[in-house]
């Protein structure tokens, strides 16, 4: 019983489609086996670490997994004649399917690589291209699930992006706060507003602590109480919040105390006193200190705030006089629980459990320094006796 040109036709067609997927699996353990070794051999031996993260692995396996598409889709037009070619539009959609699928694992396989390395080696503030990485990524999904649809509508691609145009505002209904937390996220990374690692403080929503996690949708920051709080990235452009980093990576963090003095033990000071201050210690031989009462009017208080500068300033631990890192002791406004004393200086220590120590140390000298000038604390408990 002989056989119909039809049925020999379909049976070398299949022949060869089942070559082909032969041909192309082989690729893929070509490439396994022979170029990625090599690539990693390559990539081992030059100095940058760039192409050791963004040739990795998980990206060469991806790779492997899409030569076989590409060479099995090169093939396809020899296994299929012409006058035939109608009869496998199924097949030739799924290999446009398996290409497009590869290539969006693809690239947001390398797009991963370089967020793993901008947060890995934050060299030149490359940290703060995660959030962009992040955002390319939702794009690349994007385009891909349109060219995808494409494929199984059989229609081009553009026209489908048209067509979405007049859902776009359904769209930016529903997905508000999501496309709110991409902008806030690109504007957060591009402006150099935030980072992983540092530490901020947003007092209306009792926020205080250090960034943990920085994307394009939530900003979480963990508490110094240890709890999570986490944020959309929006909020935190719409409101304000203090970013502590700068004081942090500065090298001095501010102490600005106020001690309240009793009014009534203000008063000038005689010769007799003033040869005590200074033989104790308290005094130095400075033009102030030796000015006389008809040239101006001294005050156990005036030399008070001149001995806390002068100490302060020869402390180990407080720094001055250098990018605006004031040393200052002066007097407010009087008020009803006695004359504030405030004292503006920098501790040399940030560090948080540090620079209470230092900066209770050099109050509490103070305080103890203060009954030497003949001062008092302005104490309630004691007023009303």
């Given at each position: 019983m002989g056989c119909q040109p039809a049925d020999a036709d379909a049976g070398v067609l299949w022949v060869l489609l089942g070559s082909a997927l032969i041909l192309a699996y082989l690729s893929g353990i070509i490439f396994r086996l022979l170029v990625t070794p090599l690539i990693l051999r390559l990539t081992s031996h030059t100095e940058t670490l760039f192409d050791d993260y963004l040739l990795s692995p998980r990206t060469l396996r991806v790779m492997r997994l899409a030569v076989p598409g590409f060479a099995f889709y090169a093939l396809l037009p020899l296994c299929v004649q012409t006058d035939i070619a109608t009869e496998i539009p199924f097949i030739e959609a799924m290999a446009r399917l398996y290409i497009v699928v590869m290539c969006i694992r693809l690239i947001t396989s390398l797009l991963g690589n370089v967020t793993d390395y901008t947060s890995e080696h934050?060299?030149?503030?490359?940290?703060?291209?995660?959030?962009?990485?992040?955002?390319?990524?939702?794009?690349?999904?994007?385009?891909?699930?349109?060219?995808?649809?494409?494929?199984?509508?059989?229609?081009?691609?553009?026209?489908?992006?048209?067509g979405l145009g007049a859902a776009a505002t359904i769209l930016m209904l529903v997905f508000q706060d999501v496309v709110l937390g991409l902008v806030g996220g690109i504007q957060l990374s591009a402006n150099k507003m935030l980072q992983t690692g540092d530490w901020i403080s947003i007092d209306r929503l009792g926020i205080d602590g250090t960034v943990e996690q920085v994307s394009l949708t939530t900003v979480k920051v963990k508490n110094f109480d240890n709890s999570i709080s986490t944020i959309q990235p929006y909020k935190l452009i719409q409101e304000s919040f203090r970013n502590w980093q700068p004081m942090v990576t500065g090298g001095a963090r501010r102490a600005k105390r106020v001690v309240n003095v009793d009014m009534d033990t203000v008063r000038l000071v005689g010769a007799d006193e003033m040869e005590r201050l200074k033989q104790q210690g308290l005094v130095s031989d400075c033009p102030i200190a030796n000015a006389s009462h008809s040239d101006m009017s001294m005050t156990n208080l005036t030399l008070f705030r001149h001995y806390a500068t002068t100490w302060l300033g020869t402390h180990p631990q407080v720094w001055h006089g250098e990018n605006g890192n004031w040393l200052l002791v002066r007097q407010l406004s009087p008020t009803p629980q006695g004359l504030p004393v405030e004292f503006w200086f920098y501790v040399r220590n940030t560090e948080f459990l540090a620079y209470e120590e230092i900066s209770s140390q050099c109050m509490e000298h103070l305080i103890a320094v203060l009954p030497q000038f003949g001062l008092r604390v302005f104490q309630t408990a004691l007023r009303t006796e």
């Open positions: 934050r060299v030149g503030g490359a940290a703060h291209l995660v959030g962009i990485m992040q955002f390319l990524r939702v794009v690349v999904w994007f385009l891909g699930g349109i060219v995808i649809l494409s494929i199984f509508l059989r229609q081009n691609p553009f026209g489908i992006i048209a």
